[in-house]
């Protein structure tokens, strides 16, 4: 994020905007959906009660390409169901070390 706003306040004269996004948990090929009861429990931490998909992270890439974003600079987006607004540690099940969201890329 420093590098963004770093680069945003060399390159603005140039007309070229530097913003981030931020993907929260994202349902991915890799890692998709787990059986109903785990994505449950895996997705209480997250405000939205579920995980995003690609799509979801491509819109938000979008907005930053189109002209609706032509003031927006240094920025970084979090597309993340709400999970950094409600505290990355928002329940003690997540706090716990080595805790993760539920969704292991190992599967």
């Avoid at 007309?15 to 429990?41: C, D, F, Y």
């Avoid at 970084?76 to 080595?98: N, S």
Wanted: proline share 7%; charged share 20%; aromatic share 6%.
């Amino acid at each position: 994020m420093n590098l963004a706003r770093s680069m945003t306040m060399e390159w603005s004269e140039h007309r070229i905007r530097v913003n981030l996004v931020a993907p929260g948990a994202i349902v991915t090929p890799r890692i998709p959906l787990r059986e109903p009861e785990a994505e449950r429990q895996a997705c209480k931490v997250i405000p939205m009660g579920r995980r995003g998909t690609t799509d979801e992270i491509a819109n938000a890439i979008t907005f930053f390409l189109s002209d609706l974003s032509s003031y927006v600079s240094g920025q970084t987006l979090a597309v993340d169901g709400g999970y950094l607004a409600a505290g990355l540690f928002a329940t003690p099940e997540v706090a716990k070390p080595g805790a993760t969201l539920g969704i292991d890329a190992k599967q």
